[in-house]
C-alpha cells in the first residue's frame, strides 16, 4: 500500500509513504545508515540485505531520547565527513523517532542538505514521527525546540520490525494512533475501542489510517501554521511531563497519552468535551498500557514551561483540545486561573 505526500504550495516536494514488507532499494550513490545498538542487533541484517549500494558505511549512536542533542547530531555529522560524503549522498534513519528525527536534521545540515529516508522500526515512528519532515533535538529548556522542517524522498514501513518491540514501546505508538482518531475520526475511535491491539491485522489498519490522516493533514499545512499544529494534542501537556522527569522516567508516547489526560480536563472544564467522553479516552488508553496519571508537584512551575511550547506566541500559550470525539479546536487566551485549577487537580492528592 502506498500513501502519496504532495505538499501543498510546494508541489515539487512529493514522495510515498510505502506500507509493506520492505523491498530491495538501489543508490547510486554512498550510504550511511543510522541506528542504534537495539535495533543494529536485532533488524540491521535484515536491511543490508535490501540494500544495493555504492558504497556503504553504518553510523550507530546511543538508544535513547535524552541522546537526542546537538552532540550527538555534531557526532554523525563528523562520521559523514570522515566517510566523505557529497552532496549526492543519502542517509537512512533506521530505528524509531529519535533516530528519525536526528537523523534527518543531520540531513538538513550536511553540505546544507542530502537527501534522507525514514525506515522506521516502531509502532510510534510507523504511524506518525516518520510522516511530514519534522526533525530536530531536545535542549534543556525543552522538546525540539532546535530543528527543521525537512522532508524525507520516502519511507518504507514494513509491520514486521514491529515483532520485537517491548511491550512498553508498543504502547507508546498505540497513543499517537489514539491522538489521531480523537482529533479527527470518532468512527476509527469507535473501532480502537472494540479490537485486539496485538491481533497483526489491526495493527496494520492501525499504521494505514494514521498514516492516511497524517500524511491528509501534512499535505494542507507542512510548517504547522494551521492544522497541523492540531497534531500536538496531548503533547503542550506532555512535554512539559517529559521536561521535568528529564526523558528519563516516561516514553515520549506514554508521557503524550498523560497530557491527553490532562488536556482533556481542561478541554471539559471549558465545556468543549463532556465527562463521558474524557473518561472513554482514557479507558482507552489503559486498554493500551498507557499512563493516565501524574502527580504535578508545582503548579505555578509546570505552567511556566507551557511558555516554552512551540505554539505558543506572544506571551499567549496555544492549546490543542477536543471538541468532541473526532472534534478539535486550538484554544488561547484561556484565563490563567482556569488552567492552573486543572493543574492543580493532578497535584499531590
Not at 540494500?51 to 553504518?58: G, I, M, S, T, Y
Not at 516502531?122 to 525543552?142: E, I, P, R
Not at 491522538?179 to 472494540?194: H, R, S
Request: with cysteine; glycine share 8%.
Amino acid at each position: 500500500m502506498i500513501v502519496p505526500i504532495e505538499l501543498i504550495n510546494a508541489h515539487t516536494v512529493k514522495y510515498n509513504i510505502t506500507i509493506d514488507t520492505l523491498p530491495t532499494l538501489h543508490f547510486d550513490t554512498s550510504v550511511v545508515v543510522v541506528t542504534n545498538p537495539t535495533v543494529s542487533g536485532l533488524h540491521l541484517n535484515t536491511l543490508l540485505n535490501k540494500l544495493d549500494v555504492e558504497k556503504l558505511n553504518v553510523v550507530t549512536i546511543p538508544d535513547g531520547e535524552k541522546y537526542k542533542t546537538l552532540e550527538t547530531v555534531e557526532n554523525i555529522l563528523n562520521e559523514c565527513f570522515e566517510y566523505k560524503l557529497d552532496r549526492k549522498s543519502l542517509l537512512i534513519a533506521f530505528g524509531g523517532g529519535v533516530i528519525g528525527d536526528m537523523t534527518g536534521f543531520t540531513a538538513s545540515l550536511y553540505q546544507r542538505g542530502i537527501d534522507f529516508i525514514q525506515i522506521p522500526t516502531t509502532l510510534l515512528s510507523q504511524v506518525d514521527a516518520s510522516v511530514g519532515g519534522k526533525t530536530g533535538v531536545n535542549t534543556k529548556y525543552g522538546k525540539n525546540l532546535i530543528g527543521a522542517f525537512y522532508q524525507p524522498k520516502a519511507v518504507y514501513i514494513d509491520p514486521s520490525f514491529l515483532t520485537t518491540l517491548p511491550p512498553r514501546e508498543f504502547a507508546a505508538g498505540v497513543a499517537e494512533v489514539i491522538k489521531m482518531a480523537v482529533m479527527f475520526d470518532k468512527t476509527f475511535f469507535a473501532y480502537l475501542e472494540n479490537v485486539d491491539f496485538n491481533n497483526t491485522e489491526t495493527i496494520k489498519e492501525m499504521i494505514r489510517k494514521s498514516v492516511e490522516l497524517k500524511a491528509w493533514v501534512v499535505n494542507q499545512d507542512e510548517k504547522e501554521a494551521g492544522i497541523r499544529a492540531v497534531l500536538n494534542y496531548g503533547h503542550t501537556f506532555g512535554h512539559v511531563v517529559e521536561n521535568e522527569t528529564n526523558y528519563t522516567t516516561y516514553l515520549h508516547g506514554e508521557a503524550v497519552a498523560i497530557g491527553m489526560v490532562m488536556a482533556n480536563a481542561l478541554a471539559v472544564e471549558l465545556g468543549m468535551f463532556s465527562q463521558g467522553e474524557a473518561e472513554a479516552v482514557e479507558t482507552l488508553l489503559r486498554k493500551a498500557a498507557l499512563p493516565t496519571t501524574y502527580e504535578i508537584k508545582d503548579v505555578d512551575d509546570f505552567y511556566e514551561h507551557f511558555f516554552l511550547d512551540k505554539k505558543s506566541s506572544k506571551g499567549s500559550i496555544k492549546f490543542i483540545l477536543p471538541q468532541g470525539l473526532g472534534g478539535h479546536k486550538i484554544v488561547s487566551e484561556i484565563d490563567e486561573q482556569i488552567v492552573k485549577n486543572v493543574l492543580q487537580s493532578f497535584g499531590a492528592k
